[in-house]
């Protein structure tokens, strides 16, 4: 979500500004920043501080925050940090050329961290001939988890018109794209609130419909309303992958119950085996989070037995982090640092194995990868994805970069694997 958010700036800018990669030449210097756990935050001001010395060099240039730090902190961010000159919450990308017209001509320091009611979009150009790209379908969150700060710095949930979902992509395939990854919250409760009646399994029909549109994705999913109807989805339509990252959070159902996910353990193993029913192979990913409030070694050991149960094919774990304004960061029974750290540790160590048993199955088969470019760890390499979402790193010329080929796996590593590029 910040990634398009960061491309809606540039974009909006764009008939003012040209990006640079260089900061010691910006007019303009904007940090996009995110609010999900602590440390994202510290990251945040540590950069603020280290930008301080280029602001003195350059006091023309602008540095503005926004984002969820922004909207979280608003005017607090301004008094901290004295060579701010721009604070815009997570509705302002769109205000961008107003106030930053305002700043030029007041000269005073701004802070915009209102909410509208309706968010434009502008369609974006293939930024840097991608073939790839990210369609917001909606925007906000109403579930309120109790650790979770998105509710309140992105606001209520909205769906855009599918009409407009709908125009954007049908202009990028135009123009040779090939892979769109729908971006939401919560994207299963894409339509309510909108005046047409649409669901998301009725948005998939109708994007898997335009011609062109070799891969579709989405994310994320809530595990309460992944509909029956959803699932067929990736028995019936083509183009969209093989792949779904489904965030259980926790096994425990006491925890579960505690966070307000509306499922328990058993709801979410039910709905991977009648996943795993519709799309034989389909790939699994999850978030977790260790260390909530209360989480005795009982209810990590849940979640550790729901890790092996489910068999995810790869995982992101979190240390439970209290943010302001949630429900959770004044619950009784926060778990202490180490603890936090130490249960980490277990669950990532499981989590590898079975990532790297998952990789492993994969070795001799043949696979369609849409490569991406050259490798960031071996640049002679290219990688690209297989449609299961998993990176692949070959050998191969240039020109392959945007096309779909087949690869033969002959690798397995713990996040990637490595392949030969079949005859195409
Ligand atoms: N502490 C730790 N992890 C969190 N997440 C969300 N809020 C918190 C928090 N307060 C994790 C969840 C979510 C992912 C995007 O970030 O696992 O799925
Ligand atoms: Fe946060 Fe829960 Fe909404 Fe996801 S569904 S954004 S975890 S409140």
Request: with cysteine; hydrophobic share 35%; proline share 5%.
């Amino acid at each position: 979500m910040n990634v398009y958010d960061s491309e809606q700036m540039a974009l909006i800018l764009g008939q003012d500004y040209e990006l640079t990669g260089r900061a010691e030449d910006a007019d303009l210097y904007l940090i996009n920043t995110c609010a999900i756990r602590r440390k994202s935050e510290e990251k945040v001001l540590s950069l603020l501080g280290r930008l301080k010395a280029l602001k003195q060099r350059r006091p023309q240039m602008l540095l503005g925050v926004g984002g969820c730090v922004a909207q979280q902190e608003g005017e607090k961010l301004l008094q901290q940090v004295p060579h701010l000159d721009l604070v815009f919450g997570t509705h302002g990308v769109y205000k961008l050329p107003a106030l930053l017209k305002q700043r030029q001509e007041t000269k005073q320091r701004l802070v915009d961290t209102s909410f509208s009611p309706d968010l434009p979009y502008i369609s974006q150009p293939r930024l840097s001939g991608s073939v790839q790209k990210l369609v917001t379908v909606m925007q906000g969150c109403d579930n309120y988890c109790t650790y979770c700060v998105v509710p309140y710095v992105r606001g209520p949930e909205r769906s855009r018109p599918s009409g407009d979902i709908v125009r954007e992509v049908e202009v990028f395939l135009g123009q040779g794209g090939r892979e769109v990854t729908l971006l939401g919250q919560n994207v299963n409760s894409y339509g309510r609130g909108l005046s047409e009646n649409i669901t998301f399994p009725g948005l998939l029909r109708r994007l898997a419909e335009l011609p062109g549109l070799a891969r579709l994705r989405f994310t994320t999913s809530h595990p309460r309303d992944l509909s029956e109807e959803l699932i067929g989805c990736f028995a019936e339509l083509p183009p969209l992958c093989e792949h779904i990252h489904l965030p259980v959070q926790a096994g425990s159902n006491k925890i579960l119950a505690e966070m307000n996910r509306g499922y328990s353990r058993e709801d979410y193993l039910d709905r991977v085996n009648r996943l795993r029913q519709a799309c034989p192979g389909i790939a699994l990913s999850t978030d977790f989070i260790v260390g909530f409030p209360g989480e005795t070694e009982t209810d990590f050991q849940d979640t550790m037995q729901l890790m092996q149960e489910a068999a995810f094919d790869s995982a992101f774990y979190f240390k439970y982090s209290p943010r302001p304004q949630t429900a959770a960061a004044a619950f009784p029974d926060q778990i202490p640092e180490a603890m936090k750290t130490e249960r980490l540790a277990r669950l990532k160590k499981l989590q590898e194995q079975l990532s790297f048993a998952s990789n492993q199955r994969l070795l001799g088969e043949v696979g369609q990868v849409l490569v991406e470019g050259f490798s960031k760890q071996k640049n002679t390499q290219l990688y690209g994805r297989l449609r299961s979402n998993l990176v692949v790193n070959f050998d191969g010329p240039r020109e392959l970069i945007g096309r779909m080929v087949q690869v033969r796996i002959t690798k397995a590593h713990l996040h990637s694997l490595g392949a030969l590029l079949c005859e195409n």
